[in-house]
């Protein structure tokens, strides 16, 4: 077997998954991503016999609420912009050159409709043949501008909002552990956290 014909299907599987959608791609890979590399550094501090156990006890909980904050913030803000945007190109909201003149055209028709929540040019410019390349246009649009945004919403996920919250969560978490640290009696009869 040679190396082409061993990446044929998997590079056939991905086109055809991900051609009409490419922001779904980014989602999955940068959330598949995040999640092999939390596994990695909690795999890293486990597995390190440098660490002391009560280093351990400190470090892996925290890693694992980084995991979930790093994981969790980047799906969700990704797939949220990913569907805020679809909607705005569904409801006629933003449109390529193609879809606007096709609306102006038919403004008795659509006028009123067009930004709406229930408006979905999907099922009108989907339905006639003659609305093909119109068609076309408006889902190559709505596919770039979802990816665009994705990008957008995977650079503020892991650059700014992940780090701010997993560094607030992280200073009370290490504010908790002094804490114990400093008064364990109060901690093990309030049940709080176990030493």
Not at 24 to 42: H, N, Y
């Amino acid at each position: 077997m040679t190396k082409s014909s061993l990446f044929k299907k998997p590079k056939e599987w991905i086109f055809e998954t991900f051609k009409d959608d490419t922001s779904k791609m980014i989602i999955g890979t940068g959330t598949l991503g995040w999640i092999i590399s939390s596994l990695a550094q909690i795999g890293a501090i486990a597995g390190n016999p440098k660490i002391s156990s009560e280093k351990k006890s400190f470090l892996l909980p925290q890693e694992l609420m980084d995991a979930a904050i790093n994981v969790l913030g980047f799906f969700v803000i990704t797939m949220l912009t990913k569907v805020g945007i679809k909607k705005m190109a569904s409801t006629g909201k933003i449109a390529p050159q193609t879809v606007r003149d096709f609306l102006n055209k038919n403004k008795d028709l659509y006028k009123d409709k067009i930004g709406k929540i229930d408006f979905n040019l999907d099922e009108v410019l989907s339905k006639k043949p003659e609305y093909k390349d119109i068609y076309n246009s408006y889902k190559s649009y709505e596919n770039f501008a979802a990816t665009m945004g994705t990008i957008g919403a995977s650079v503020l996920s892991c650059n700014i909002i992940t780090p701010l919250v997993r560094n607030k969560t992280a200073s009370r978490v290490q504010q908790t552990y002094i804490d114990m640290k400093n008064n364990p009696e109060a901690y093990r009869n309030s049940g709080n956290m176990k030493i």
